[in-house]
């Protein structure tokens, strides 16, 4: 028999240390990241702890980093400096313990597989090499599918979908994985107000089952009702706490300073005060 391979490598790392109760999800000490040839750092000395369970808004300006910290919490790239470290391991060490959901304009939508191949893909990271779908993936996925409401849908081409249905099966993916950590970025762009509506219930049953939320969005009403915590980030973390205590126009107006447009959230002139 072959030696059991247990998940994925990145950079070498293996996933072996088992989560101690009792210790965070994620734990990133003062990364600094700058894209090869970037005139400025994309993120600069961020330093952040998510405990198991915790529903982590990250909520920036264009251009604040949100992709790029997400990418590296999925462990897509090795950071330069600083460290992150996910439920006891580098990141990328576990890629069957974090689900990501990439930003819309990160997906090659034209990619010839269908929506359940899509999913199936969440199934990857359990299969290690050599091993075929067994049921146990393949009802992960019929499940998956059925929770987002695209089992009509899974023999669709992904790039024949609309974009609401395209993140829907996106987030299939990610549940059809039963990840402890859910990685999204900005899931909600774009979508109908029935759609958010699908993907936050989901998300919310997510977090009764324990597992830990970081969601990117520039969205922010959708703050106090379905998230904890929020994070705003401006290539640092310019504001970290429960939400019903930083949504407030004083930190608003730290966290955005005039780059706050009014479309964009909650804004009126009294927060200028
Ligand atoms: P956000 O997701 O908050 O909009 P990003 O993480 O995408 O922010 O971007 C952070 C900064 O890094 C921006 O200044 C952006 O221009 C830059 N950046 C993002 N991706 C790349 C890349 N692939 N190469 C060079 N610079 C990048
Ligand atoms: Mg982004």
Redesign the pocket.
Known sequence: MPPEITNTFTYGRVCTVPTVPGEPALEIKELTFT????D?T??DGVSLMVMPGEKVALV????????????LIAGLSRPPSGSIVVYGNMAGACHHRVAYVP?RGDVDWRFPVTAREVVMMGRYAHLGWLRWPSHVDHEAVERALATMNVADLADKQIGELSGGQQQRVMLARALAQEADLLLL??PLNNLDVPTQELIFGVLDDQAAQGRTLIV?THDLGVLPLHFTRAVF?D?HVVVDGPVNEVLTARTLLRAYGVRLHPHEGIWDDDMAD
Do not use: F, M, R, V
């Open positions: 894209y090869p040839g970037a400025g994309a993120l920036g300006p264009n251009g604040a980093g949100k992709s790029t910290l997400i990418k930003q970025d900005e990117s980030l290539g």
